[in-house]
């Protein structure tokens, strides 16, 4: 049966907390492999960083605007009547 929507996802919510646990244990062997990558191959370490770097910076996303169209500028650009 489907969960209802917005109710989390119990197995991923699981999965994600047993890899963390997981990935705090092994920091400094991820920092000695990092290393040894850097030293032996500079290409592979950028290649291993930017997919690292995907877990911890936001994701990115594509905002267009049609030439034309108004837009309604932020709130805080609202002065005050009076």
Do not use: C
């Not at 917005?6 to 400094?28: C, F, H, M, W, Y």
């Not at 990115?60 to 034309?68: F, L, N, P």
């Amino acid at each position: 049966m489907p969960r209802k929507k917005g109710i989390p996802n119990k197995t991923t919510a699981d999965s994600k907390r047993v890899l963390v646990e997981i990935l705090e244990g092994q920091s400094s062997n991820l920092e000695v492999a990092l290393k040894e990558v850097f030293e032996s191959d500079k290409r592979g370490y950028l290649h291993a960083m930017t997919k690292l770097l995907a877990f911890v910076l936001p994701k990115g996303s594509v905002h267009t605007i049609e030439h034309g169209t108004k837009t309604k500028p932020p709130s805080w650009f609202d002065t005050p009547e009076g």
